[in-house]
């Protein structure tokens, strides 16, 4: 789908969008619990359409209800499933150790680039404790049931390796550590995991390198959950706010433990002002300036800063994104081609863009199939009319994207 923006200057107040990391949490403990949970949820995205699958196929129900979802633990648990985690990284990494302390054997396959993104890492780890795979990448069968023990892992290639594993060790009989062999990366979503689990009764225990696990633990339902509003899609709004607003986005957690909350932070050193309401945040124009900033622990944040740092006069420098290159695309070059589609000089480096803002062109800006591009991109419309080539792409994060746009004040020329 192609998707043609005219130039507009967006204000207003918008509802944040279910966060997808939160969903993903919260439906995988109730998946594991010993009763059903309500998990209240609004705007379900295609990445947590993925979860809600997979866990069907290890026998969950799932239905839907008047505020969401409701969650039925399977009585039995299914034989040799199949999952199919559509293009999700946190589905496949979250899932992987799940379905290997629960079952003998099963399938995982994926679309998209989602067989390309890193996982050689945890299925290592996985190999050394009793699992085996067909096949290196999607997909593959895996045979044998997880043990208990000692995992070694990076914590710099990605953070959902660890998360996966602290939803499955406690299900198994013995004791497990997790030994971190580098810094951790995007560290707020495994504490955002570990306090998951805790509602659920799970208990993770810090260690100096790492975490230790009992074994043995079961999973509780707390009976309701509700899916706090996602920072992440919210950034995209609060830069537009910045950029031209006033724009209020409601349904946020002031202290969510969402990395991406960082962007609060970042638009006030850029210049924006920023105003904390209950629940809530707005954003208006200010004289912005550019930033250097390291993104490696909100890495999904670099595209609407590297949009945002367009619009303003100065130049800028967004690093630690060495990652973002085995996401839905590869985020650094896809922003890189987008900035330069709109007549803006930038350059892109193994792990950084640097760029000199000025004043957007018409143009044409390749989505890359990537939700976060399309998003970011959108953001030229404040300057310039601007054609998004794959814009279908944002279903994956938040399918009430352009009905947000237009209430905000986007236009969509037809």
Not at 50 to 64: D, K
């Amino acid at each position: 789908m192609d998707l043609r923006l005219g130039r507009t200057s967006l204000h207003g107040i918008v509802p944040a969008v279910a966060s997808k990391s939160a969903a993903h949490r919260l439906l995988i403990c109730a998946a594991l619990s010993d009763s059903p949970t309500y998990v209240d949820i609004h705007a379900i995205s295609n990445d947590v359409i993925a979860t809600t699958r997979c866990i069907t196929a290890l026998g969950c129900t799932v239905s839907t209800t008047p505020t969401g979802l409701a969650v039925y633990p399977p009585s039995r648990r299914a034989k040799a499933p199949h999952l199919d985690c559509l293009e999700c990284g946190a589905t496949l990494r979250f899932l992987l150790p799940v379905c290997a302390a629960l079952c003998d054997g099963f399938d995982m396959e994926g679309h998209g680039r989602l067989a390309r993104r890193p996982v050689a890492e945890l299925a290592a780890a996985m190999q050394e404790h009793g699992c085996a795979f067909s096949a290196e990448a999607l997909p593959f069968r895996v045979t044998g049931r997880l043990r208990s023990g000692e995992y070694r892992l990076p914590g710099n290639i990605s953070s959902q390796y660890i998360s996966g594993l602290l939803f499955a060790l406690p299900l198994l009989s013995g004791d497990s550590r997790i030994t971190l062999t580098s810094s951790l990366s995007s560290a707020a979503y495994v504490q955002m995991t570990i306090d998951t689990l805790a509602r659920f009764g799970i208990c993770i225990e810090k260690t100096e390198r790492g975490w230790r696990i009992p074994g043995g633990q079961q999973y509780v339902s707390p009976g309701r959950v509700t899916v706090e509003g996602d920072w992440s899609n919210a950034a995209v709004w609060l830069c537009a706010g910045a950029l031209a607003g006033p724009v209020t986005v409601t349904g946020l957690n002031l202290e969510s433990l969402q990395a991406d909350l960082a962007i609060v932070d970042i638009l006030g050193q850029m210049g924006a002002s920023v105003f904390f309401g209950r629940e809530s945040i707005t954003v208006s124009r200010g004289q912005l300036r550019g930033i250097s900033v390291d993104v490696d622990q909100f890495p999904d944040l670099m595209p609407v800063l590297a949009a945002t740092a367009a619009m303003c006069d100065d130049a800028s420098l967004l690093m630690g994104a060495g990652r973002l290159r085995l996401k839905e695309s590869d985020r650094l070059a896809a922003m890189g081609r987008a900035l330069r589609a709109l007549g803006i000089d930038c350059i892109e480096g193994r792990d950084f863009l640097s760029l000199r803002g000025g004043t957007l062109q018409i143009g044409t800006v390749d989505g890359a199939g990537d939700h976060r591009v399309v998003m970011a991109a959108a953001l030229a419309s404040l300057q310039t009319d601007v054609t998004i080539t794959g814009a279908e792409a944002i279903e994956k994060s938040y399918p009430t994207f352009l009905r947000d746009l237009t209430a905000l004040g986007g236009q969509i020329l037809r």
